[in-house]
């Protein structure tokens, strides 16, 4: 694992999108890794430990943004092989997907959803900056069992808190948070009152495998 990890970290790094498109699929296509260990160890520290030198802090930017397009290609040219890993004969339920008002950083959502649908959900991602109104008209039609929120900056905890504190009031849906805004501080999940923090394969899978568990206590 450790040889592709620096191979695809040396294409990111000249910022090639065929190169790392073609090398990121072929390592699926010929069965040297599945779908979760692409995101969880190729693609997200890719761009979680992106270093910048001071001589080069004038495009880091612009740097970090092609980085990120190229990554979003890879994972959306995934799906074929999401499908592939998914139980077609599990159906526990709808999830939706989707980022707050003024929060543009939803690639670890969009990985998000396939691992729901990989654990045997219908997950609907709708992205970035979902304002209130879209936010609350998606979850009344979809009527989902999960709702997963993702917040990398600070600023938006507050606007999470009060579109959580609404949903309450709305669904009896469970609440899923993750990004940056929760991994630096853990307290933060129960300030904005939700139910479960992710930010792993592993974690989406205990989740799932605690929510069967409660369902099925529910029956009884």
């Given amino acids: 694992m450790k040889k592709y990890v620096e191979e695809f970290k040396q294409i990111l790094e000249t910022e090639n999108k065929e190169k790392a498109v073609e090398y990121a699929l072929n390592l699926l296509k010929n069965k040297k890794i599945d779908v979760i260990c692409l995101y969880s160890e190729?693609?997200?520290?890719?761009?979680?430990?992106?270093?910048?030198?001071?001589?080069?802090?004038?495009?880091?930017?612009?740097?970090?943004?092609?980085?990120?397009?190229?990554?979003?290609?890879?994972?959306?040219?995934?799906?074929?092989?999401?499908?592939?890993?998914?139980?077609?004969?599990?159906?526990?339920?709808?999830?939706?997907?989707?980022?707050?008002?003024?929060?543009?950083?939803?690639?670890?959502?969009?990985?998000?959803?396939?691992?729901?649908?990989?654990?045997?959900?219908?997950?609907?991602?709708?992205?970035?900056?979902?304002?209130?109104?879209?936010?609350?008209?998606?979850?009344?039609?979809?009527?989902?069992?999960?709702?997963?929120?993702?917040?990398?900056?600070?600023?938006?905890?507050?606007?999470?808190k009060k579109i959580i504190e609404d949903l309450r009031k709305k669904t009896d849906s469970r609440i899923i948070v993750g990004g940056y805004a929760f991994s630096m501080n853990s307290a933060n999940v129960a300030m904005v009152g939700a139910d479960y923090y992710a930010e792993t394969f592993e974690d989406i899978k205990n989740i799932v495998e605690k929510e069967a568990s409660i369902w099925s206590w529910a029956l009884i």
């Fill in 42 to 160: 190729i693609l997200a520290p890719a761009l979680n430990n992106m270093y910048c030198s001071l001589s080069d802090k004038d495009v880091c930017i612009w740097k970090e943004h092609v980085r990120t397009a190229i990554v979003r290609t890879i994972v959306e040219c995934c799906y074929p092989f999401v499908i592939e890993m998914s139980d077609k004969n599990l159906n526990k339920g709808s999830a939706v997907i989707l980022c707050p008002p003024e929060e543009y950083h939803d690639l670890g959502a969009r990985m998000v959803a396939d691992y729901l649908k990989i654990c045997g959900y219908s997950a609907v991602f709708v992205g970035s900056n979902t304002p209130y109104s879209d936010f609350y008209n998606a979850i009344e039609k979809i009527k989902p069992d999960l709702i997963a929120i993702s917040v990398s900056n600070y600023y938006n905890l507050v606007a999470t």
